[in-house]
């Protein structure tokens, strides 16, 4: 991975985005994207937008392609504090429960992070009724060590949110983990596309998205894709990975961390823009797995797809161990390779290729 690149990888990852609270990463962005982009926008949704023109001005009929990673992620959110100052929370976006007990939190209030950590009661202290069943967000508190409510609430305002411990874990073979690579990794692919494409000749006009409130209704996505009215759109996300204990191969197919993007079909998929991404990989030696997805997919290509009159629309994914866990894994090469495979595709088309099925 580029150096710099690998900077902004570990700084997007290290910077608290839960869903509608996106302002801080999206800053990390836009100083990324500022050397390599033509302009930059910010929207009223919080969607930040890089542009690049065509470097073909002729006849002004350069298609517009959409390449969008969202930014948000999962966290929680504070609902109440109760009288001993404990915080009460429901969750930004889709947890697993179980998998938050025992977690080190970050509360990010005005005053700056606090930490916290995710608890119920001790396993002694369980009835058997509540050890066999699965706990729900009224059984767990977020626990800051306060003394008291007044302490808290000093500290503490309803609507806060609280992450899971961010930061960067490398692992063995060019893994990593961290929370949030669900999808960061978009972020990144997408906006080191940019970084790729710097001073190549376009044939398109480009519109680099980095989109907020995915994790909560694919929202950003639907914003940003009516304002830009792009001709083509690809989501880039992550996919579960089945190379892990249990994972059924039969339901999502075989796919593999380390083994290239993920490049999928379906009905949410424009058959052209399928084709120009799998002729992309391979006329570059991109490494490369294919998923089917029969019904719309649950990624930001679902709202590209139905913006305005109908998107051309594509879906590349980064294969994800543990999804929407504090402990999502990646293999690095799988995002250095999708950013490839996008910037081979965006060289490839033009004004001339045609994206009716
Ligand atoms: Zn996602």
Redo the contacts with the bound molecule.
């Keep these: 991975m580029h150096d710099a690149s690998f900077e902004f990888f570990k700084a997007l990852l290290s910077t608290p985005s839960p869903s509608g609270f996106e302002s801080p990463v999206q800053d990390i962005v836009r100083q990324f994207a500022n050397p390599f982009a033509d302009e930059i926008r910010s929207d009223r949704h919080g969607n930040l937008i890089a542009i690049r023109r065509t470097t073909n001005r002729v006849d002004g009929s350069a298609p517009r392609v959409m390449l969008a990673g969202?930014c948000d992620q999962l966290g929680l959110m504070v609902m109440h504090i109760d009288d001993q100052g404990f915080l009460m929370v429901q969750p930004i976006g889709g947890w697993d429960i179980p998998i938050l007990l025992g977690q080190l939190l970050t509360v990010w209030t005005q005053k700056g992070p606090i930490p916290g950590v995710c608890s119920r009661k001790a396993p002694h202290l369980l009835s058997p009724d509540e050890k066999n069943k699965l706990p729900q967000f009224h059984d767990l508190w977020v626990d800051i060590g306060v003394k008291d409510k007044k302490e808290a609430d000093s500290l503490v305002q309803i609507g806060d949110a609280i992450m899971a411990q961010l930061g960067f874990r490398p692992m063995r073979n060019g893994f990593a983990s961290a929370p949030g690579m669900?999808?960061k990794v978009?972020v990144w692919t997408v906006f080191e596309t940019l970084r790729l494409l710097h001073n190549q000749p376009l044939n398109v006009d480009l519109f680099v998205v980095s989109t907020v409130q995915?994790?909560i209704g694919l929202r950003g996505a639907a914003t940003s894709a009516y304002g830009i009215n792009p001709t083509v759109g690809i989501a880039v996300?992550?996919c579960h990975a089945t190379d892990t204990p249990g994972a059924e191969k039969k339901q999502v197919g075989e796919i593999k961390l380390g083994a290239g993007p993920v490049i999928f079909r379906g009905a949410n998929i424009n058959p052209r823009v399928f084709e120009n991404l799998v002729l992309s990989a391979t006329e570059n030696n991109i490494p490369n797995q294919l998923r089917g997805v029969p019904k719309a997919t649950?990624?930001?290509a679902n709202a590209i797809q139905l913006a305005r009159e109908g998107v051309a629309t594509g879906l590349v994914s980064i294969p994800n161990r543990y999804?929407h866990s504090p402990v999502e894994m990646v293999a690095l090469q799988d995002l250095v390779d999708s950013s490839r495979l996008l910037s081979a595709f965006c060289q490839r088309i033009g004004p001339e290729t045609n994206w009716i099925p």
């Design positions: 969202h669900d999808d978009g995915e994790e996300d992550v649950g990624t930001d999804m």
